[in-house]
Structure formats: C-alpha cells, structure tokens
C-alpha cells in the first residue's frame, strides 16, 4: 500500500518540486524525509524507544503527507482512503510491537 503510494501518487509531488525548485532545495529534502518517514513507519521495531517515536511521530506524518497530497490535487476519496488504510496498518503495526514487548 505504501509503496504503491509513493510510486503512484508522492512521486508526481517530488517530480513537481524537481522542475521547480531542483534536488537541492528544502521542498525536496522534506518530500523525501515524508518517504523515510513512511518506510520507518512501516517497520516493525523491537526496542521500546523506537516503538515509542513511531507513535509519536506518526501524528506529524499525516499532517505533512495530507499538505503534499493538496499540493498535487488528489482527489479526495484517494486521499481518504491511503489515510485510513495507513491509520489502520499503523494500528496493526504498533499492535504488533506491543506484543513483541510483552513476550
């Protein structure tokens, strides 16, 4: 689903802010950090600090990935349902971490 997104849709922000700004500019080192972002999001982590800053981070996450998907105008039912999916496999995940704890 993640991959799915950037290859998809974050690819066609990274490729607007290219043309406009080039790879050297603050625009495209934070379309890339939302990409590291999303990867470290999306991994199981076996000590408790680094569960502990996917829950904390995940809240800042959205908000950057909701800014760039208004920046490239997509459409809202596509937008409404990577964020739920990805609440949902953060849950899962995060879940799944707790367990890793408690065993």
């Known amino acids: 689903m993640i991959e799915s ?10 490729a607007g802010i290219f043309c406009q700004y080039s790879m050297d500019s603050l625009e495209w080192e934070r379309a ?3 990409v590291d972002d999303l990867a470290e999001c999306a ?3 076996d000590d408790k ?3 502990l800053q996917q829950v904390w981070q995940f ?10 998907m208004k920046v490239i105008a997509l459409p ?3 937008q409404a349902r990577f964020m ?7 849950s ?3 879940d799944q971490n707790q367990n890793i704890k408690d065993n």
Do not use: C, M, N
């Open 5 to 14: 997104f950037l290859f998809d849709h974050w690819s066609e922000l990274l």
């Open 32 to 34: 890339i950090q939302v």
């Open 43 to 45: 991994t199981l982590r």
């Open 49 to 51: 600090q680094s569960r």
């Open 59 to 68: 809240p800042g996450l959205v908000y950057r990935l909701k800014a760039g």
């Open 76 to 78: 809202l039912s596509i």
């Open 84 to 90: 739920s999916d990805l609440k949902v496999f953060h």
């Open 92 to 94: 899962q995940l995060v």
